[in-house]
């Protein structure tokens, strides 16, 4: 079992919330209130998992700018009062943020039992290697 530190057992509650009440506002047609709230405690949470320092590596390395833009960017556009566009803007860059642990992802959903049945099926699985080909952790 993994052991957790205190303040990495927080930062998984604060990223959990976060989570929820970013879905929660899209549930609820974009609640702009719920989605800034979600916004602040994951970016929270975040930081207290890996640690303030490694979350700031994390972002602002050199080709990750883009990415970080998008997403911090997203995260101000929601700030201010404009929750469709700015949680768009949200998704595209933690799409580009974190598109080198998508095959790790796929690999861990492949070894799950029913969903790795359903990710093994031919022409999902053709569409999967192509999809994470090329895509390597940095």
Do not use: C
Not at 8 to 22: D, P, R
Not at 26 to 53: R, T
Not at 100 to 115: A, E, H, Q
């Amino acid at each position: 079992m993994i052991s957790l530190t205190d303040s990495q057992k927080i930062g998984m509650g604060l990223t959990g919330f976060g989570v929820f009440f970013l879905f929660f506002g899209m549930i609820l047609f974009f609640d702009k209130a719920l989605l800034a709230i979600g916004n602040i405690l994951f970016v929270a949470g975040l930081a207290f998992v890996i640690g303030l320092e490694r979350t700031f590596r994390f972002f602002f390395q050199k080709h990750k700018l883009k990415a970080t833009s998008f997403f911090l960017g997203g995260v101000f556009v929601v700030l201010i009062g404009w929750p469709i566009i700015g949680v768009v803007l949200e998704i595209y860059g933690f799409f580009l943020l974190f598109r080198g642990f998508f095959p790790v992802v796929v690999g861990f959903i492949r070894r799950i039992p029913v969903l790795g049945s359903i990710l093994n099926l031919p022409f999902i699985s053709a569409y999967m290697d192509k999809a994470t080909e090329g895509n390597t952790m940095v």
